[in-house]
């Protein structure tokens, strides 16, 4: 599951989004890219903890189904103040059980710090609702001169470090698939 974290018109963070789902199909990958303003969930409106389950709204039903069937997780993250967005903190709260176990990688973009302040606000939440991070990031930075026309144009470093994030998503992947079902 690739998760297009910036929802304003205009993003970069679709182009981005689309290169890294290309490079993750030619390497195995069956991907389920979701893009949040497409999915557009409300403002958390649960009444309940999500980690009790006990979902109330279709919308809540259906992305806790979508999540349950992923076996890898990967963020395309902006940097908005140096931090995440909060579409992506928004989607990330409504479900706790379905994150567990799941491996996690960053594609972080911004300006001149490549997005990483975002990538390191985001390891906190993560880490809570037991997605188990890989130790490789893309940091892509200057990312809006990168793209034209919908279109993100990486450099051979991008490429390079987006194949080691997702040798590292698969390895983690087999190897925590065991330790899901508890
Ligand atoms: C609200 C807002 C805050 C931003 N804050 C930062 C920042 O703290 N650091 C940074 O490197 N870039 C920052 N930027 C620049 C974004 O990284 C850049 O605009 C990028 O294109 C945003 O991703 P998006 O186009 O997918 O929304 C900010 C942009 C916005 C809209």
């Given at each position: 599951?690739?998760?297009?974290?910036?929802?304003?018109?205009?993003?970069?963070?679709?182009?981005?989004?689309?290169?890294?789902?290309?490079?993750?199909?030619?390497?195995?990958?069956?991907?389920?890219?979701?893009?949040?303003?497409?999915?557009?969930?409300?403002?958390?409106?649960?009444?309940?903890?999500?980690?009790?389950?006990?979902?109330?709204?279709?919308?809540?039903?259906?992305?806790?189904?979508?999540?349950?069937?992923?076996?890898?997780?990967?963020?395309?993250?902006?940097?908005?103040?140096?931090?995440?967005?909060p579409?992506?903190k928004?989607?990330?709260?409504?479900?706790?059980?379905?994150?567990?176990?799941?491996?996690?990688?960053?594609?972080?973009?911004?300006?001149?710090?490549g997005?990483?302040?975002?990538?390191?606000?985001?390891?906190?939440?993560?880490?809570?609702?037991?997605?188990?991070?890989?130790?490789?990031d893309?940091?892509?930075?200057?990312?809006?001169?990168?793209v034209?026309?919908?279109?993100?144009?990486?450099?051979?470093?991008?490429?390079?470090?987006?194949?080691r994030?997702?040798?590292?998503?698969?390895?983690?992947?087999?190897?925590?698939?065991?330790?899901?079902?508890?």
């Amino acid at each position: 599951m690739i998760i297009v974290g910036s929802v304003r018109p205009g993003r970069i963070g679709l182009p981005i989004a689309r290169w890294a789902a290309s490079h993750a199909e030619q390497a195995g990958f069956e991907i389920d890219l979701v893009d949040l303003a497409e999915l557009a969930l409300p403002f958390m409106d649960e009444p309940a903890h999500p980690g009790k389950r006990a979902y109330t709204k279709p919308h809540t039903f259906a992305w806790s189904e979508r999540v349950e069937q992923a076996d890898a997780v990967l963020l395309v993250s902006p940097e908005y103040n140096h931090s995440y967005s909060p579409a992506l903190k928004n989607a990330l709260d409504y479900l706790m059980q379905e994150w567990q176990g799941k491996p996690v990688g960053i594609v972080a973009y911004g300006g001149a710090s490549g997005g990483l302040r975002a990538a390191a606000a985001l390891d906190q939440v993560l880490a809570t609702l037991g997605l188990v991070r890989v130790p490789v990031d893309v940091a892509i930075n200057g990312a809006g001169s990168l793209v034209a026309d919908g279109v993100f144009a990486a450099e051979s470093k991008h490429d390079a470090t987006l194949g080691r994030l997702l040798a590292a998503l698969e390895r983690y992947a087999s190897t925590l698939r065991p330790l899901r079902k508890v």
